[in-house]
């Protein structure tokens, strides 16, 4: 059986920076049974449904800004698998969600850890939007619809974060190496409902958990976390594998061989989303732009970071004005036009 995973992906310059982050990410895919195939969430694709991507060689997206010229560079060649998308859409309409097929690339939220983890980029790789409107039930909901993939050797990975507030990291003095107290208190109280296997107070983190808006004023980066334990199990403990990193395991109950990986950080990484439709300039310097139900975002200390659903029609003409708002990006959509 193959056993789901959580990631957390953080900035896209964990691919350079050597950090035990990276270290540890490269060593999860060396020790891990091979799949056959991955379907990755990542918070990086918002949409109204889960829509789930079909390309036969899905594009490396450079879904970010300022950062290190040397990552817009990259290419994660994996190929996609259009039938194992038309499966996985198929599961979820059976289990009620409006789902169904698009063409769509591999935003860093699903290549970034997957350079790490495999970086031969000869596993075939389905991208899965997190549904914008769901919370933690609704995530983890769909993950039971996906929970007989691990018997296909389908990995099914989330990317997201562990902790997500850029804002406040922002704020924070940059040498100040120590996680403040909002956030280990966050990250102890879901550790420990974690190895109690305490799946109701995990899906109504947002009024148990101390802390729980300040660690992520918007849902998206820990949603994947809740995919991942549906596609886990119904019952499931935690191994520590990195204190550090906060790098663990997921499994379910003694006795039974399913199990998700956790791999987390226990500080902020990420900035909570803006939802609208559109967003602004990339290092480029030229307007990019989404289409309805998409989010928006702002990630990464040295720059901008937008979040698409389809970057391939963002060129193709939205007038959109937006305002920066300590760094925060409000994106309004006006008319049609040409960008």
Same mark, same amino acid.
């Given at each position: ?18 950090t035990a982050a990276r270290e540890h990410l490269q060593q999860l895919g060396r020790s891990r049974a091979r ?29 970010? #800004?300022? =950062?290190?010229?040397? $990552?817009? !560079?990259?290419?994660?060649?994996? %190929? /996609? &698998? ?5 499966? @996985? ?70 990317? #997201?974060? =562990?902790?997500?507030? $850029?804002? !406040?990291?922002?704020?924070?003095? %940059? /040498? &100040? ?5 909002? @956030? ?9 409902r974690l190895n109690a296997g305490d799946v109701d107070a995990l899906l109504d983190y947002r009024n148990l ?45 003694? #006795? ?84």
């Amino acid at each position: 059986m193959m056993s789901p995973l959580f990631v957390s992906h953080g900035s896209p310059m964990i691919v350079l920076d050597d950090t035990a982050a990276r270290e540890h990410l490269q060593q999860l895919g060396r020790s891990r049974a091979r799949p056959r195939a991955m379907l990755v969430a990542s918070a990086h694709w918002q949409h109204a449904d889960p829509l789930v991507g079909n390309a036969s060689t899905p594009e490396t997206l450079h879904d970010f #800004g300022g =950062f290190d010229p040397r $990552l817009f !560079e990259m290419q994660y060649p994996a %190929p /996609g &698998d259009p039938g194992l998308a038309n499966h @996985v859409a198929e599961l979820l309409e059976n289990a009620d969600w409006r789902s169904g097929t698009v063409s769509r690339g591999l935003d860093h939220g699903v290549w970034t850890p997957l350079m790490l983890m495999y970086p031969e980029a000869d596993i075939p790789v389905v991208p899965l939007a997190v549904p914008m409107n769901a919370d933690a039930r609704g995530a983890w909901q769909l993950g039971r619809a996906l929970a007989e993939l691990k018997n296909e050797n389908v990995l099914v990975l989330g990317s #997201g974060a =562990f902790t997500h507030n $850029l804002g !406040e990291v922002f704020r924070r003095d %940059p /040498g &100040d190496a120590n996680a403040p107290g909002w @956030v280990t208190e966050f990250v102890n109280w879901m550790r420990d409902r974690l190895n109690a296997g305490d799946v109701d107070a995990l899906l109504d983190y947002r009024n148990l958990a101390p802390h729980a808006h300040g660690n992520h004023p918007t849902e998206e980066h820990l949603l994947p976390l809740f995919i991942a334990m549906g596609a886990a199990g119904d019952d499931f403990r935690v191994e520590e594998l990195h204190e550090g990193d906060v790098l663990r395991r997921l499994h379910q109950a003694p #006795g039974q061989r399913d199990h998700c990986a956790l791999v987390g950080h226990p500080r902020p990484t990420a900035l909570g989303v803006v939802t609208g439709v559109g967003l602004v300039t990339g290092a480029s310097g030229r307007a990019v732009l989404g289409s309805t139900g998409d989010v928006v975002g702002l990630h990464g200390r040295a720059g901008l970071h937008l979040d698409l659903v389809d970057v391939r029609d963002a060129l193709h003409g939205l007038e959109v004005e937006a305002l920066v708002v300590d760094r925060l990006i409000l994106v309004d959509r006006r008319a049609v036009g040409q960008v």
